[in-house]
């Protein structure tokens, strides 16, 4: 299920890879993405449930997704499960469990996927050089806390439909950012598992796709989704999905 990678010589780097205007090296000068390069050595392939870490192990990388999509969730001692993210190519994994060196979630592949390794102890050899490369964590590092504090606001004060709404408009924001349509997407995770990082049931959340659809919001095929009328998504959504 997880397979690691050697990068090779005439593989894909960070300066020649097309996520490089997303992914860590965002907004860092030529010269300094080519430094990049020597940082990616190792890449992880994995197939669809496969577990790239489990919350409690030790934190010796971070991740950055190349292509696929992975879930983070947590999970209490009797198996209740909360997920808390999905993660898009050009996103970072990982974050979370570098204040105690431990992974405070799990994470988990949504289809088959690949990340690039990004090991701590390289990545503070190069910051001696890179001085770049420590701004771009402190903005990752914002990025998360940012994202957490989206989820909250979702689960605490939008209603159901606001909820469902603007997380349709935030991944067809993301999506859009890697080149792909706002419109037309395939979603990667079940209905269930929306519902569950939600805060919604599942039964809520097929209501809610199908209320959408008969309004004239989106046309639904299994877990195709159509935005057929953006600017009515957004009104109903009532917040940034940015």
């Given amino acids: ?10 593989s894909t ?5 097309m996520l490089n205007a997303i992914c860590l090296p965002l907004g860092m000068s030529r010269t300094d993405v080519t430094k990049m390069d020597e940082l990616i050595k190792e890449r992880i392939r994995l197939g669809k449930g496969g577990a790239l870490y ?18 983070t969730q947590l999970e209490d001692a009797g198996g209740q499960v909360q997920i808390t993210g999905f993660l898009l190519p050009g996103e970072i994994l990982g974050l979370d469990g570098l204040m105690n060196n431990e992974h405070v979630s ?40 940012n994202r957490s504090h989206q989820l909250l ?38 209905r269930e598992e929306i519902g569950n990082f939600l805060g919604l049931t599942l039964e809520t959340v097929s209501r809610l796709f199908s209320r959408f659809a008969r309004e004239g919001l989106i046309r639904v095929q299994q877990r195709e989704v ?16 940015g």
């Fill in 13 to 17: 780097r960070c300066s020649t890879c």
């Fill in 1 to 10: 299920m997880l397979r690691r990678v050697p990068v090779a010589p005439e």
């Fill in 54 to 71: 489990h919350l409690g192990d030790p934190v010796d990388a971070i991740y950055g997704i190349r292509s696929g999509s992975l879930k």
């Fill in 153 to 190: 606001l979702a689960l605490g004060s939008l209603r159901s439909e606001q909820r469902l709404a603007a997380f349709l408009l935030n991944l067809s924001q993301r999506l859009q950012l890697l080149g792909y349509s706002p419109y037309e997407f395939i979603l990667r995770m079940s």
């Fill in 106 to 145: 799990h994470a988990i592949a949504l289809e088959d996927s690949e990340v690039c390794i990004i090991r701590l102890d390289e990545m503070d050899k190069l910051s001696l050089e890179l001085p770049s490369l420590q701004l771009q964590l402190r903005r990752l590092m914002s990025k998360e806390i």
């Fill in 226 to 241: 159509h935005i057929l009328d953006m600017g009515a998504l957004q009104a109903l959504s009532g917040t940034d999905c």
